[in-house]
């Protein structure tokens, strides 16, 4: 097993014998130098204690000084290695007292006669003498374990130094023998086996000169001798391996080619470099239509379009030339004449040479693709819903007319149109009604744009046109008819549906430049100038407004600062009954106390809080200032309810009956049933049943509430049926002119007939003169407010008004109408209405004058028919006859000197026509008192 | 010119010849006291014992005072009766002489272990067969010190006689100390051993042996304890001064660390005539002993 072992086993172990040898000897050696050193040591020792029994005087002995020999026995004791010592008398007793620890004296004098003993204990005598007389011994007892462990202890040391430095030694045989021998056999050895292993680039390093580095050189040599032989053939094995390789790649590359070629779903074909046509695959026969027959031989020429000049055809070349090949869109005609768009590749096929030996084209058919394009770019750029342009084709429209009006040198208009009332069709009627509305509309405003205009959808009820002209003023017309057409009654599934639009208006160029952004933003704030100014018209963009408001922001900004400064404040105008003549109510109006442009009234301000949240922080304040009024005015002659406005927007806010209460629990002292709250009927209201439930809640805690503006919406009905309203309060336009006009008139009355119907009370508004209140009275509406009774009062005066308040006389005697009267009622306004177009062509000769002819005019057909069925037998029937019939007469008088050029003779003469007026109206109210009586 | 080092050379030559016989002349006239004290301890223990109550005796009485202890009992004689010492400490018998033939004066006596008077005892191991003082007839008997030694040879042999034991009839032995003979007698170097009674309790006795192990075979009546006397021709006023002295130790703090040093509880007045007892003792041992004590 040995012999198997490796060199370096081999050397190690014959080191470790040596090692091992050479210990064993130092061990002997040192065991025996140490025994003789240790006898030494002992007879050094012994004559050392002698000199102590020298040193004891006899005269201690003698004269029996046991303190002075127990002193010296003590000293010699102290010596480490004496376990004890003591001095025997020459009769041999004892004559000192110390005695070694747990010995008696009889087993130390048996210690001492040699009677016992102790091991590593020897106990030496030395005779005390003086002058040749024996006197007595000392005996020292002397302890050799301790001097045997220190020397077996010495022993030890230098033994493991010995074996330190023989393992130094040996260490260092070893290191020297492995780098002149073990280290380069290894090497060779590892050599050795690597080249078996195939790695002949081997070449071992060469280091001095003796025998083993001449048998590394040969290894080198033998190594380097195989590596050129494996070399040479591993180079003949490549060469034959590629050929192999290339020729089956040559045989893959050309089935696959002929199968990417047959069943190519592009369109192939070859042509010589005269371009004739040598093969196509069959997805060519597919797409083209012509058969492989019919197109061998054939320049391509035949599939030419005509939609490409020769100039594309020449680009087409010049970059196969130059490029090597042409990638790129053509329309080629198919066989059955369509045209298709094909996105082709034609490249040069070149011989081993680099000559041009034919051309390839590939081709797919990309029509599906194109049309998928313009569809996209359809949706993208017009609205899906009207097929208008959308914003974004808009603002590219807008870019480019921007771009030609500075090269023509023209105007562009952009006007900013937002229909009105809108939402309450798409609230009223559904979505699916607006967005056929919308469709109508759109239709309708783009047929009265021209061809150079572009009007697009910007979403919702949200236009925006351009407009090419010449001048800015000439676009008015253009606008008219815009607001014309879309405020025309649109029908739909037999449903009349009525919307207008304000629009915004701006010019380009301007005198500062201006972007497309900048015309859209100045358009649409026009168009809310244009809606604040009452909608259904057009607005120019105002570039001083603008910068004197900084648009609507800055107005919230004010708004709001102003409720911070205490600027705003509550006017009260009185609700009266006009028969009675007593106060019922006052209806609280805002007015901004601005402090450099003076009062300001609500409809100079409050559109701008449109569905804005400042309205609710306005509107909370409104009801905190009547309910502190009311508290105010209890208990004085002022105590009645108070009504003030509260806005839809305001209305529908999720937690406006929690708020409410709130602010009424503020002023627990106000009855509830004080406030009313007035609604515009003309709110858009998102959701008239959670609306009415508001309302409802409301109406728990004692609020009453009223429908204001009642008759100028759309949806009176549908809200006088649903919204728990005490009262409707007739819109003052109406109360206004229905002295003047029939139409309003008839409005005034019928929404009396629905209070009547709906058991609702009626509140008219505008009342302004006497004869208002009359006709109202006549017509069953008996409360009213207006400028004719008070205008909005601060609070403070509202105590001197109701002071000097006096009801007009002859409404407490003013009766009411019946239904058969009211044709009487409407003929009195008819012929104001007539007088009062007489005098307006009187004052302005534009004017169409009225019917002079007295059996045409309204009146005068009422007069024939109803007037004298019903009259005729009144006394004062055939008067009123001739009265109107000399009011004519003036009326054709005056109108003649108009005409003759005399308008200021006429003109003069109008007061004359005034009361003649007046006394028809007299008499007509007479025939109604007449009337009453039978 | 001359340097300042050479300035001082001559003045301290100059002054060193001036003073000197002056410095002579003082000398002369404060003579120190020598201070002796018997061997009954050995002298390197007798000159750590008394060196404090030297330098007490230098300071209380503003003189110097020189200790010189001596090897053995013929040499302390010697110098006794070579009136070397102006104030001795010794024993009994030592005193009686020096005042019959020198003139020394008793002015205090030791009082050791709380006891002012001391006894002479006859020692025997507690395991001998020696009851009686008479059964030591024949028998070897070692005393403390020597001849001279009171209380461990006058007293004891005064006993023997009183027993009728005479001279010869026991074989007389002496150990360096009394406190060797006590130990001697532990050892069985001897029959019986002499010694104060106190002595089988001093701390080299009993931190030694088995002191149980031995037994007081006889014992004296209480004498008076050991003496300090002064030279008889010291002036009464310097008499009186070291009486004072050595009698005040016990009152201060200093004094009574002073005689703890020594060994000592207590130094007592005692007069001359406290030792007549002494005397006799002296006296009858004198005339039954076969050697005079006095040599």
């Known amino acids: 097993m040995f012999n198997r072992a490796g060199l370096r086993l081999k050397f190690v172990s014959a080191i470790s014998l040596l090692l091992v040898m050479t210990l064993g000897f130092s061990a002997w050696f040192l065991t025996t130098e140490e025994g003789e050193l240790l006898d030494l040591s002992l007879s050094a020792r012994a004559q050392s204690l002698g000199r102590f029994a020298s040193l004891i005087s006899p005269q201690s002995v003698y004269s029996f000084d046991i303190v002075t020999l127990d002193n010296y026995v003590s000293q010699i004791a102290q010596d480490p290695e004496v376990r004890f010592s003591l001095i025997i008398s020459d009769d041999w007793k004892l004559m000192t007292t110390t005695l070694p620890q747990g010995y008696t004296r009889s087993e130390v004098l048996a210690l001492v006669n040699g009677e016992a003993s102790l091991p590593n204990l020897e106990i030496m005598p030395f005779p ?32 493991l130094i010995y074996a330190g430095i023989i393992l130094f030694l040996a260490f260092i045989i070893y290191v020297v023998f492995y780098q002149l021998v073990l280290r380069r056999l290894n090497r060779l050895n590892e050599g050795v086996q690597q080249v078996a292993g195939g790695d002949y680039q081997l070449a071992l390093p060469l280091e001095s000169a003796d025998e083993l580095t001449d048998l590394t050189r040969c290894f080198n040599e033998m190594a380097a001798e195989i590596r050129r032989e494996r070399d040479a053939l591993q180079k003949s094995h490549r060469t034959l391996e590629a050929e192999v390789a290339q020729r089956m790649l040559a045989e893959q590359n050309l089935k696959m080619a002929a199968s990417v070629f047959e069943h190519a779903r592009e369109g192939i074909f070859f042509t010589k470099p005269d371009g004739q046509i040598f093969e196509v695959n069959a997805a060519f026969t597919d797409m083209t239509g012509y058969s492989r027959d019919e197109v061998i031989g054939h320049n391509p020429r035949f599939l030419q379009s005509g939609i490409h000049d020769s100039a594309f055809f020449q680009l087409m070349f010049q970059r196969i030339k130059q490029e090597g090949y042409w990638t790129g869109e053509i329309w080629n005609r198919l066989k059955n004449g369509r045209i298709a768009p094909h996105l082709m590749t034609i490249s040069p096929v070149r011989d081993g040479q680099g000559k041009l030996d034919h051309y390839m084209a590939l081709f797919t058919d990309i029509s599906a693709q194109k049309q998928h394009q313009q569809e996209l770019e359809h949706i993208a750029h017009y609205d899906p819903l009207t097929g208008l342009p959308n914003r974004v084709l808009l603002a590219d429209r807008l870019h480019q007319a921007m771009l030609q009006t500075e090269r023509e040198q023209k105007s562009l208009a952009v006007a900013y149109l937002d229909l009105d009332g809108f939402k309450q069709v798409n609230d ?77 208006v701006t010019f380009y ?27 259904n018209r057009f607005s120019f963009f105002d570039p001083t407004l603008e910068e004197h408001l900084r648009g609507r922001h800055q107005i919230l900004e004010q708004i709001r600062l102003a409720l911070r ?21 006052a209806e609280g ?49 002022l105590a009645f309810p108070l009504s003030i406005n509260i806005d839809a927007y305001h209305l529908q806010q999720p937690d406006f009956l929690e708020r409410l209460k709130s602010i009424l629990a503020e002023y627990p002292d106000v009855d509830p049933a004080w406030l009313e709250l007035e609604l515009l009927e003309t709110s858009e209201l998102r959701d008239i049943n959670r609306v009415a439930q508001v309302m409802r809640a409301c109406t728990q805690l004692g609020i009453t509430f009223a429908l204001d503006d009642f008759g100028t919406g759309y949806s009176s009905l549908m809200m006088l049926k649903h919204l728990p309203v005490a009262h409707l309060k007739i819109d003052r336009a109406f109360v206004c002119d229905m002295l003047n006009d029939s139409h309003d008139l008839a409005i005034v009355e019928g929404v009396l007939g629905l209070t009547v119907a709906f058991q609702r009370q009626a509140i008219a508004e505008g009342l302004e003169t006497v004869e208002h209140g009359n006709i109202l009275l006549q017509l069953g509406c008996e409360v009213a407010q207006g400028y004719g009774i008070a205008r909005p009062m601060p609070a403070e005066d509202m105590v001197s008004w109701l002071a000097r308040w006096l009801p007009e006389p002859s ?54 028919n109803f007037g004298r069925e019903c009259y005729a037998d009144q006394p004062g029937f055939e008067l009123i006859c001739q009265q109107h019939q000399q009011v004519h007469h003036l009326a054709h008088e005056l109108l003649t000197l108009r005409e003759q050029g005399q308008l200021e003779q006429a003109r003069r003469r109008l007061p004359e026509l005034h009361r003649m007026r007046a006394g028809l109206l007299g008499q007509l109210n007479l025939l109604l008192s007449h009337r009453q009586v039978h | 010119m001359i340097r300042p080092i050479s300035l001082l050379l001559i003045f301290f030559s100059f002054t060193s010849l001036t003073v000197l016989p002056l410095s002579a002349q003082a000398e002369s006239a404060v003579k120190p006291l020598i201070m002796g004290v018997f061997p009954r301890r050995n002298p390197t223990i007798t000159v750590r014992l008394f060196r404090p109550m030297q330098a007490y005796l230098s300071q209380a009485l503003g003189r110097e005072v020189l200790l010189e202890p001596a090897p053995d009992f013929t040499v302390f004689q010697q110098r006794l009766l070579s009136g070397r010492y102006d104030l001795v400490h010794l024993n009994q018998y030592h005193y009686v002489e020096a005042h019959r033939d020198l003139g020394y004066q008793v002015i205090a006596q030791n009082e050791e272990q709380g006891e002012a008077t001391i006894r002479a005892a006859i020692y025997v191991r507690d395991d001998s067969p020696y009851f009686e003082l008479d059964q030591l ?42 406190p060797d003979a006590v130990l001697a007698t532990y050892l069985q170097l001897s029959d019986a051993g002499c010694a104060a009674e106190s002595a089988q309790r001093m701390p080299i006795v009993a931190n030694k042996i088995d002191t149980a192990a031995l037994r007081v075979l006889a014992i004296s009546d209480s004498l008076p304890h050991l003496v300090w006397a002064v030279k008889g021709d010291l002036s009464e006023e310097q008499k009186l001064g070291l009486q004072q002295a050595l009698l005040q130790l016990s009152d201060s703090v200093e004094g009574r660390s002073v005689l703890k040093a020594a060994r000592l509880s207590g130094l007592n007045p005692a007069t001359d005539t406290d030792y007549d007892v002494h005397r006799q003792i002296i006296e009858l041992v004198n005339q039954t002993h076969g050697v005079d004590t006095r040599q």
């Open chain 1, 128 to 159: 005390i003498e003086a002058d040749g007389v024996f006197l007595g011994t000392l005996f020292v007892a002397v302890d050799h374990s301790l001097t045997r462990l220190v020397i077996r202890h010495n022993l030890l040391q230098h033994l």
């Open chain 1, 428 to 504: 009223q009627y559904g979505h699916a009604e607006g967005d056929r509305l919308l469709v109508v509309l759109a239709g309708r405003m783009q047929e009265v744009l021209r061809q150079s205009d572009t009007i697009s959808r910007l979403g919702g009820d949200e236009f925006v046109a351009i407009l090419s002209v010449l001048q800015p003023e000439t676009c008015e017309t253009l606008l008219q008819r815009l607001l014309e057409v879309v405020s025309k009654p649109v029908v739909l599934n037999g449903v009349e549906l009525k919307v207008s639009v304000s629009v915004g």
């Open chain 1, 509 to 535: 160029p301007q005198a500062e430049p201006v972007d497309a952004d900048q015309l859209l933003r100045q358009a649409d704030q026009a168009m809310y100038q244009a809606k604040i100014a009452g909608k």
């Open chain 1, 565 to 585: 400064n205490d600027e705003m404040a509550l006017y009260y105008q009185p609700k009266v009954n006009l028969r009675t003549g007593q106060v019922v109510g």
């Open chain 1, 589 to 637: 109006l805002i007015r901004w106390q601005h402090p450099e442009e003076g009062l300001r009234l609500p409809n100079t301000f409050l559109p701008v809080l449109e569905n804005h949240p400042l309205q609710v922080e306005l509107g909370e304040w409104v009801l905190r200032q009547a309910l502190q009024q009311l508290r105010a005015w209890s208990g004085t002659p």
């Open chain 1, 811 to 864: 409404w407490s005697s003013q009766r009411t109408i019946s239904r058969e009267e009211l044709p009487t009622l409407f003929a009195m306004v008819d012929h104001r209405a007539w007088v009062d177009q007489v005098v307006a062509c009187l004052e302005d000769e534009q004017t169409v004058p009225p019917p002079l002819d007295q059996k045409i005019c309204r009146f005068g057909n009422w007069l024939d």
């Open chain 2, 137 to 178: 007839r024949g028998k070897k008997i070692i005393f403390g010190g020597s001849s001279q030694a009171m209380i461990s040879y006058v007293v004891p042999t005064y006993l023997l006689r009183k027993a009728g034991l005479k001279a010869g009839d026991y074989q007389e032995e002496f150990a360096a100390t009394p």
